[in-house]
């Protein structure tokens, strides 16, 4: 009993802290820095490049305004400081994918620094919101596509294996989103990127799909003892990259968090390094060594004048954010108190969300059947108008009445049955109609429209009595 | 149309155009590409290299009548002052084959010198328009940073590279200038100001014009022929009614290491592209000097050293700058010395890396500061030509070439 007792004591807990590399393609017509055409799914190779994303001798870079702005209002979207003076870096390292040789991108000054993000309540038990900082969002370019395959020989010879590398990408706006280590629940890590995806959504500025590669989620895991203090950090950090979805990306996160705990409890650092995620065995994978931090000889590109924000610019930017999805959820909350499904759902889509405020708006005192029509039917596909769904709403509801016919036989029976009661409407007591419509209604089983019963009723009295 | 014997002779062209468009033959340093036309950068990383493009100011030029005729050589990636560490050989002057060109732009200034042609191209990023222009006897103008569209030129040091026209006179330099200055909207450097006519400048008027004789560019260890004749241009510019004072600028010697840091950080970033994955050359291609700037640039920008080294030098070069407007706050333009000697002898850079810094000690300040500059020829010293150089402020290319234009008007030949 002591023995387990003392065991129990000694084995230690763990606590996840995570810290996620986002990046986002931004949906912009052209590249970040020349006019190729950003839109590269799908596309022929190298179809779309010109001399600057090619990174030809003598091509020089100049800024798409529109990214800037769209990085800025995602910064904005996430609480962000936006420096007023910021300006674009030269990052060196040498990949067949980066035909200069350096990535432009944002070092000392990104354009957003210093924003948070509060991860909603009633989530895994949680009754307060939680806070992930922010540590900047800034914009720089995304780099060639490589593609490693094998080619046949049309001959008949040996076939080759080859790296092909597609320039379409080259230069694509890319807004990196960097946050603080602290997320403790991979459950928070997956609510947060899919939030990030709507955001994108509702600001316009990127599909954020993960699938599509528009969105990349890279997550740095470790663990750290439960009773440590929050503020030290561990002494190693393992980066998840090239995870396309988010189901491999929580696989990929239960996996390391279990493969780090049992090297902890063994007494073992586990190495920092790059790890895959191996979906046929269902393991991560050792990609890159990380023991030694890359020199990136990061210094101001000289090709492009620093970057001035001022206060109106700013301030025009903010006033283009939409309501968001988080402030759009607690909206409904309190004004419909829908339930939580409901809520998510429909706040997921800009469009849906749109289409229920217009619904609604139609009709607000059935604001609950049309969001339960849309959550549990998806009626909103069948009716592109929201005017259309609220005329088959009424429709529906008429359906659960009983039928002419019944109706009518029922008023004859109970005419029939009081005539005591018939006279006395005859002599001019017309409140008796009440006790009639009452007693249909019970022939009817309740089912009767009352304001029909009500019509044709007066109609047969008034018959009748003219008899 | 070129004369093939004595481009061959002097190491002018390395490549020449066989059949050129219809126009006014010009020049064009080989760091411009050429839609079509083989460009090196006197480097044989690039030898086999043909452009789809062309660079904004060659586009410009064809526009607007000109033709391109040849390609001419230069330092490696413009790495020099002298030609000499062009992977095709040294450009030889043309007053006296034993001595050199001068560079990065001695094809450019050899090609008018020696007659071939009346107007040229070449490109600065401290003294590599303004050197070789002097020690060949012929005009040449280094623009205002961001006055004329470096795209489509090789880059060396962005920040300071400046195409300039090399021109057989003034009236020339005024004349290219006019075409390709102005806003590119594919060079974010390029500024939009409002391009003058320069030709309509050229009045030849210096009457009150406030010049500021740069005592401290008469450098000691300096030929006092070069000095003589130096400070007799000033005196014909002061009896066409300029008014003379004596200056001082900061110890042009600093502007030395501020130039070295910033090029070399820039170069070892800007030749980064040529990996060895495209163009068909390994970097076992690259020459010594372009070796030794990577390497020197590499470990500047290096985590731990960028602040000692990049860091520090841009902010000698923002004292450079403030340096230069306070003396133009009184000054409508500097003169002194384009160069602090006449062209060297071949085999002059052998063992000295740092030779062309040396010899551009009068180029860098103001490059450094972005400013325009032209030198005009003002006599020979010992059979070799000199230059008289005359700064201005940012965008007052049409001053400096006024006061250039009404010395070469009035002078007489030695």
């Known amino acids: ?467 | 149309m070129i004369d093939k014997k004595l481009s061959k002779k002097l190491n002018v062209f390395l490549t020449i155009v066989d059949k050129p468009k219809k126009g006014i033959p010009i020049a064009i340093k080989d760091n411009y590409l050429t839609e079509g036309i083989r460009t090196t950068a006197a480097s044989f990383v690039l030898d086999d290299y043909i452009p789809q493009y062309s660079a904004t100011v060659v586009k410009k030029l064809e526009q607007n009548g000109y033709c391109v005729v040849g390609k001419t050589n230069l330092d490696a990636w413009c790495h020099g002052s002298s030609t000499e560490t062009s992977d095709y050989g040294p450009t030889l002057n043309p007053h006296n084959t034993k001595h050199l060109a001068g560079g990065s732009s001695g094809g450019s200034a050899a090609a008018v010198a020696s007659g071939m042609v009346d107007f040229a191209m070449g490109s600065e990023t401290a003294g590599s328009v303004r050197g070789p222009a002097s020690w060949c006897g012929v005009v040449g103008l280094k623009p205002t940073y961001g006055r004329v569209s470096r795209y489509g030129v090789i880059a060396m040091g962005s920040s300071l590279d400046s195409p300039g026209p090399i021109t057989k006179d003034v009236t020339g330099a005024a004349k290219l200038l006019k075409i390709i200055a102005g806003k590119d909207e594919f060079d974010a450097t390029t500024s939009g100001n409002l391009v003058d006519d320069y030709e309509l400048a050229l009045t030849g008027d210096i009457k009150g014009l406030k010049v500021g004789l740069v005592e401290n560019y008469m450098l000691s260890e300096m030929d006092s022929e070069i000095v003589k004749k130096t400070l007799k241009a000033v005196g014909l510019l002061e009896k066409l009614g300029a008014k003379i004072t004596k200056v001082k600028t900061l110890d042009p010697t600093h502007a030395i290491g501020v130039y070295t840091v910033v090029q070399r950080s820039e170069v070892s970033s800007n030749l980064a592209r040529f990996d060895g994955v495209r163009y068909g050359f390994g970097r076992d291609k690259f020459g010594e000097e372009a070796k030794r700037r990577i390497m020197l640039g590499t470990h500047i920008l290096s985590s731990g050293y960028q602040d000692r080294y990049y860091k520090k030098a841009q902010k000698i070069r923002t004292l450079f700058i403030n340096d230069f407007n306070e003396l133009f706050s009184e000054f409508d333009c500097l003169v002194g010395p384009t160069m602090p000697s006449t062209a060297p002898k071949i085999g002059v850079t052998k063992n000295a890396a740092m030779y062309g810094e040396l010899a551009d000690i009068l180029a860098e300040p103001s490059s450094i500061a972005g400013l325009p500059a032209i030198t005009v020829p003002c006599g020979m010293v010992k059979g070799l030509p000199i230059g008289l150089q005359i700064i201005g402020k940012q965008f007052e290319e049409g001053k400096i070439l006024n006061t250039a234009f009404a010395y070469e008007q009035n002078k007489k030949d030695d």
């Open chain 1, 1 to 467: 009993m002591n023995k387990t007792r003392k065991m129990i004591k000694n084995q230690k807990k763990y606590t996840p802290v995570i810290g996620l590399e986002v990046h986002i393609e931004l949906s912009t017509k052209s590249k970040m820095f020349c006019g190729c055409p950003a839109d590269h799914f799908g596309k022929k190779p190298n179809t779309q490049t010109c001399p600057v994303c090619l990174g030809l001798p003598g091509a020089l870079p100049v800024p798409n305004e529109l990214a800037i702005q769209n990085c800025v209002k995602l910064g904005l979207a996430l609480d962000c400081k936006i420096n007023k003076w910021s300006n674009f870096d030269r990052k060196h390292y040498f990949y067949p994918d980066l035909p200069k040789g350096y990535q432009i991108s944002q070092y000392e000054d990104p354009f957003c620094y210093e924003g948070q993000y509060l991860l909603p309540s009633n989530t895994d038990g949680r009754d307060t919101e939680k806070r992930i900082g922010i540590t900047r969002v800034h914009m720089e370019e995304d780099t060639a596509k490589l593609q490693h395959t094998t080619l046949n020989n049309p001959s008949g010879g040996e076939s080759k294996k080859v790296s092909l590398v597609d320039f379409n990408r080259s230069g694509v706006a890319l807004v990196e989103l960097v946050t603080e280590p602290d997320f403790e629940q991979i459950e928070d890590v997956l609510i947060f990127g899919k939030e990030l995806q709507t955001i994108a959504r509702y600001l316009g500025i990127s599909e954020a799909d993960m699938e599509k590669g528009s969105m990349r989620l890279e997550a740095n895991i470790s663990l750290r003892e439960e009773s440590s203090d929050k503020k030290t950090l561990p002494n190693y950090k393992v980066e998840l990259k090239n995870i396309n979805s988010y189901r491999f990306l929580k696989k990929a996160m239960q996996y390391e968090l279990e493969r780090q705990t049992k090297l902890l409890l063994k007494g073992e650092v586990p190495s920092q390094e790059t790890r895959g995620w191996d979906e046929a065995k269902s393991v991560t994978f050792s990609q890159r060594s990380k023991e030694t931090a890359k020199d990136y000889r990061y210094f101001p590109d000289p090709d492009i004048p620093p970057i001035e924000l001022t206060d109106d610019q700013i301030k025009k930017i903010k006033s283009q954010i939409p309501e968001l999805p988080s402030q759009k959820a607690k909206r409904y909350k309190k004004e419909f108190d829908f339930p939580k499904n409901y809520i998510e759902i429909l706040v997921q889509d800009k469009q849906k969300s749109q289409y229920f405020e217009t619904a609604a708006a139609l009709k607000p005192e059935l604001a609950k059947q049309i969001a339960s029509l849309m959550v549990n039917k998806n009626l909103d596909k069948d009716y592109p108008e929201p005017a259309g769904l609220i005329k088959k709403i009424v429709q529906l509801t008429k359906v659960d009445y009983s039928s002419t016919d019944d109706t009518t036989s029922a008023i004859e029976e109970v005419i029939k049955n009081n005539p005591d009661v018939v006279k006395k409407y005859d002599e001019g007591q017309g409140s008796v109609v009440g006790y009639l419509i009452g007693q249909t209604q019970k022939l009817l089983k309740g089912k009767g429209d009352p304001k029909k019963i009500s019509d044709m009723l007066i109609k047969k009295l008034q018959k009748w009595g003219g008899k």
